[in-house]
């Protein structure tokens, strides 16, 4: 009804960033009723219909929404209580729809016990699979006085660097005026469903970023987009990569986060009527996925159950590989050749019985991962895209940027006199200096092509997993402007470490030899907010579908006296122990054995 007055009742409710005005309670605006004859129409021909806030043809339309803002209600002891505190706000909403012809609402419930989200996102099981989900894991905040998995190593500058401990540079504060919505202890997150998503064919774009961060707000710093972007725009996508497009990213209709001591349940409802998607249309949908919804979760075991191999064919076969090394080091070896180093991959196909559970998967690779990033992404009725990376491509927290230099690998001693002769070998072995210098520099350029101030510490250091140390640095810079978070995503994408150098030259050879298409294999994956991002190197991944198994990438660096024989034998040790699945040994060894044997070739 035109000119009706809108009265949010929500007493429990705190607003704690609405964009236009000032906050009344109750809130006072006017509106008009939302029509959603079109939306039941469409939804019966598609029920995953949701809004793609890419679809705007005019690029220079960026226009903010009318209203962004997060409604935190009281805390509640269990998941299903909050489940009912959502669905009574969300009844309220739709009787008293916002006045604004744009905007997206988070509503937040504080639960008081700490549920892990993969659990909660593995107890939302649905047969149609249509309902996109998403997984995103940090570096661990575990045991952060006492880091025997990562530990940089001082004996370079002498310098005390306590506080890189376990954790990672803080990567999880920000400056938000609102303590209630800060995200410093946010473990992991799942989501299921989109409130909006982003997606595209055409490459990753200025454009495709701004249409991204006009949905977000410094004040709402927990209203993310995850999601990732391909290795290769340029490149053909294959069918099974099809559902990503050119990257795929989504905020999630209802989300679980784990905190430390806690966890939280929220939902978000996003709208636009210039994209074609009205409140009304968004609230009917949100209700529908809530629906759908268990707060019956059952904890993950971090085993998984003996599987049968039923096949598993690489791509390339070895006598390609050996054509398609040798040529690489044909090109190295020129005189008039500017290439340096190439990273070439495989792609292995696996077919179990009975199927992989992608998050059954990603739960046994917290047990290794856990100063890694786990993440899962699956877009509606598509694969999931899962795995387990200690690379960081960047993270950004308001101008202040970092980034992270990793080469060189070796295995950690079972001593710790043979794991320091380990370190001093591979601190003092040349070619790991060369090969590390190399990844170093380059992303100093890059950083210094767009930021003040940009620094290295430690200049050279020894970073230690739980089962491989790596030759280290930490870069860091100030962006001159928060526009220059995109110059950066795209300029540190793709990396020498997955790539080779220089970039163009070795992406020109990687399109031009490789059989097969990477996706978001190697590409940047992770999340965009308000005022902090933070994208990791999707490496140590799979693609896994429901009775298609899984296409597990396996990648080694081709340098100057490189031996394809050996580069091959090095993709087998990464993947040998997919035969054992039919023993007591499990999936997980993929990713432990990608992590053992890498060396200064890293892919």
């Known amino acids: 009804m035109a000119g009706k007055t809108w009265v949010l009742e929500l007493k429990a409710l705190k607003c704690s960033s609405p964009m236009r005005s000032t906050t009344h309670s109750p809130a006072m605006f006017t509106t008009t009723t939302t029509n959603i004859n079109i939306y039941n129409a469409h939804q019966r021909l598609c029920p995953s219909l949701s809004m793609n806030g890419c679809s705007k043809q005019q690029a220079a339309d960026y226009s903010p929404l009318g209203t962004i803002q997060t409604l935190s209600l009281p805390p509640v002891s269990t998941p299903a209580l909050a489940m009912d505190s959502l669905s009574s706000a969300l009844f309220k909403l739709q009787s008293n729809p916002p006045p604004f012809h744009s905007g997206i609402i988070r509503l937040q419930v504080p639960i ?34 006492t880091p025997p998995d990562f530990l940089i190593n001082n004996h370079i500058n002498g310098n005390d660097r306590s506080n890189l401990n376990g954790n990672h540079y803080d990567y999880h504060q920000h400056s938000s005026d609102d303590d209630d919505d800060r995200d410093d202890s946010v473990v992991s997150v799942a989501g299921l469903g989109c409130a909006v998503f982003f997606r595209h064919v055409s490459p990753f774009s200025f454009h495709h970023w701004r249409s991204i961060k006009r949905f977000l707000s410094k004040k709402c710093p927990l209203i993310r987009a995850y999601g990732a972007i391909r290795f290769d725009a340029t490149a053909h996508i294959s069918s099974e990569w099809k559902a990503f497009g050119s990257f795929y990213f989504m905020v999630p209709q209802v989300e679980f986060d784990e905190l430390e001591g806690s966890s939280m349940l929220a939902t978000t409802i996003a709208w636009d009527n210039a994209l074609f998607w009205t409140f009304g249309m968004a609230i009917s949908q949100l209700q529908d996925t809530m629906r759908q919804i268990s707060s019956a979760i059952v904890r993950l075991s971090k085993e998984v159950p003996n599987t049968l191999i039923v096949s598993n064919n690489h791509v390339p076969s070895k006598s390609y590989w050996d054509l398609s090394v040798n040529r690489a080091l044909q090109m190295i070896s020129r005189n008039n050749s500017s290439l340096i180093k190439v990273v070439l991959a495989r792609s292995s196909r696996v077919l179990t019985n009975p199927d992989i559970d992608p998050l059954i998967w990603l739960a ?81 350029r890059k950083l210094e092509a767009v930021c003040e101030n940009v620094s290295i510490e430690p200049n050279k250091a020894i970073r230690k997993l739980r089962r491989v140390q ?103 040790l990464k993947t040998s122990q997919v035969g054992q699945l039919c023993s007591s040994m499990h999936f997980t060894k993929l990713m432990k054995l990608e992590a053992l044997s890498l060396d200064t070739k890293r892919g």
């Open 112 to 145: 008081e016990e700490q549920i892990e989200a993969i659990d909660w996102l593995r107890a939302q099981k649905q047969e149609d699979g249509l309902l996109p989900r998403c997984f995103f894991s940090g570096r661990s905040h575990k045991n952060n006085n």
């Open 364 to 444: 046994c690779l917290q047990v290794e991962g856990e100063n890694s990033y786990q993440f899962c992404l699956q877009p509606p009725d598509a694969p999931a895209f899962i795995g387990n990376t200690p690379e960081q491509l960047f993270h950004r927290d308001s101008l202040s940027i970092c980034s992270e230099a990793l080469a060189g690998t070796r295995a950690r001693g079972d001593s710790e006199a043979l794991d320091l002769q380990i370190e001093f070998d591979l601190l003092s072995s040349r070619k790991d200096h060369r090969e590390f210098t190399i990844v170093r520099e380059c992303i100093r």
């Open 470 to 572: 790596h030759l280290y640095a930490h870069l860091t810079g100030r962006l001159r402007s928060e526009d220059d978070e995109y110059y950066i995503l795209s300029s540190l994408h793709p990396s020498p470490a997955v790539c080779g150098f220089p970039t163009e030259e070795a992406r020109l050879l990687i399109t031009e030899t490789e059989m097969f298409d990477r996706g978001m294999y190697a590409g940047p994956v992770g999340w965009f907010g308000g005022g902090e991002s933070e994208f990791a190197v999707g490496i140590r991944s799979a693609l896994v579908e429901k009775g298609h198994g899984a296409l597990f990438y396996a990648g080694t660096g081709i340098v100057e006296g490189s031996n394809s024989s050996q580069e091959w034998e090095e993709l087998e």
